[in-house]
């Protein structure tokens, strides 16, 4: 097998990685009604879907700092193992408190295939060709939220909901073959130290702070309960700070954040996934609460972002070859400020192909955007720092949309319909607005580095 072969085998492993991982939020969700019916616990719905976004936050730096010690191949393939191992046992499971167990399982191990995908792509790959790569990743993004409420509404009505888990083993099972027939690495066999306190201060820290974005959520101000959850957070950021400071082999090192690139780009993706969650949730409440249409034409107006996200993630692959990373990340945060404008103006009478355009723009903004940033970790630094280094730029988007989801339902009405919903959905609207210029802003710090700059080319 030659190189470009293996090459093909590696992105067709990534891209199905990659879908695995996009399809579960859509498809599960579009599950849901059903999978209560059959089991009961409607109390425990959100949960079903909130400890699978929690296991992925918490594990998604671990696996990024484990696969530069172990190296890429060994750690995605027992994170694809604990995914499907988790999917296998919540397609099985009698209860909805087994169902969220194992979900949690599934969770920890989509950490891996959420992260160590975009490692591989900087390891095998030159500068010029990553953007591109990302394109197709991205595109992926795209197919899944199209086909996510598809396929999950079709296995549902024709075979039973336990098939929205097992389908997932035949095409985890050809990742992993194809990767590891292709990808070829050479590890430094000796004693590698794992940052276990670093890890478990890290997964108390998390935990306590979603948690409290969940109860946030919920109750819409604080309270003792969500205080003191807060206040355990706090304190378990302050320990690990201080053991990631000590550490031999930290499990996020502090000295990533020295980097301009990684600095910079993880802050922006911060805020661009505050965004990014708050559009996907909130543009189709607009259109059924405030324009009085149908779930179909939600999804209608939501369509162009994901056909237009994986063609601004091309643009940004041509557009490296001869500008900055600095002009790429500029040109797609202003298109995102532009765009978050457009929903500001929305009005009652606002047709959905006006909303379709504004979508499609804000689309383009992301796939500009957000490739640029990654492409900007993946290559700002070496071989034995790069799975650390995404892993912090995912948590840090993760991040984003867990918070803005939280923060922004604070400013949502409790009247779910009519001029209410409309004055605080327009309230959500500037707020991204503000944080899509702090991108735009905090972005402009790159005009002053050179590509020649970044560790690897």
């Known amino acids: 097998m030659n190189n470009e072969t293996k090459h093909k085998s590696v992105i067709v492993a990534l891209l199905i990685a990659t879908f695995l991982t996009a399809i579960e939020g859509t498809i599960v969700s579009t599950a849901m009604p059903k999978i209560v019916e059959d089991l009961g616990g409607s109390e425990l719905y959100t949960w079903v879907i909130s400890v699978y976004l929690l296991a992925t936050v918490i594990s998604t730096p671990v696996f990024g700092k484990l696969a530069d010690l172990y190296g890429r191949k060994l750690m995605f393939t027992i994170g694809t193992i604990i995914f499907l191992i988790g999917s296998m046992l919540s397609g099985l499971s009698q209860t909805m408190e087994q169902l969220v167990l194992f979900r949690l399982i599934q969770g920890i191990g989509a950490g891996a295939l959420t992260t160590i995908p975009f490692t591989i792509i900087g390891d095998v790959f030159e500068f010029k060709q990553r953007a591109k790569i990302q394109g197709w990743i991205s595109s992926m993004w795209g197919i899944a939220g199209i086909a996510g409420p598809l396929v999950g509404g079709f296995i549902v009505d024709t075979i039973s909901w336990h098939w929205i888990f097992y389908m997932n083993l035949p095409f985890g099972i050809i990742s992993l073959i194809l990767l590891w027939v292709s990808l070829k690495e050479q590890i430094e066999k000796k004693k590698q130290i794992i940052d276990y306190a670093g ?12 948690y409290a974005l969940t109860l946030l959520k919920e109750h819409k101000q604080l309270t003792g309960s969500i205080t003191a959850y807060l206040v355990v957070a706090l304190i378990g950021l302050c320990f690990f700070i201080w053991i990631e400071a000590k550490g031999k082999e930290p499990m996020l090192p502090l000295s990533l954040f020295k980097n301009t690139f990684i600095t910079v780009s993880n802050i922006a993706g911060f805020l661009l996934g505050f965004i990014l969650v708050t559009v996907t949730f909130y543009i189709p409440l607009w259109v059924q609460g405030v324009t009085n249409l149908n779930a179909t034409y939600s999804g209608i107006a939501m369509l162009p972002m994901s056909v237009t996200w994986p063609i601004g993630a091309i643009f940004c692959g041509k557009w490296l070859g001869n500008k900055s990373i600095a002009h790429v990340t500029l040109i797609g945060t202003l298109v995102v400020i ?11 009478n606002t047709p959905v192909h006006i909303m379709m355009v504004v979508t499609a723009f804000i689309g383009l903004g992301f796939g500009l955007a957000f490739t640029a940033f990654t492409v900007a970790v993946q290559s700002a630094v070496e071989w034995h720092l790069r799975g650390a280094a995404m892993g912090s730029h995912n948590l840090m988007k993760n991040l984003g949309q867990t918070i803005g989801i939280a923060v922004s339902g604070l400013l949502l009405s409790d009247q779910l319909k009519g001029p209410a919903l409309e004055s605080s959905l327009h309230s959500v609207f500037i707020l991204l607005v503000v944080l899509a210029i702090c991108s735009f802003v905090v972005t402009g710090v790159l005009i002053r580095k050179k590509e020649s700059e970044l560790a690897v080319r």
């Open 199 to 210: 890890i478990l201060m890290f997964a108390i820290c998390m935990t306590s702070f979603l």
């Open 338 to 348: 532009l765009s978050c404008t457009g929903f500001v103006f929305f009005q009652t």
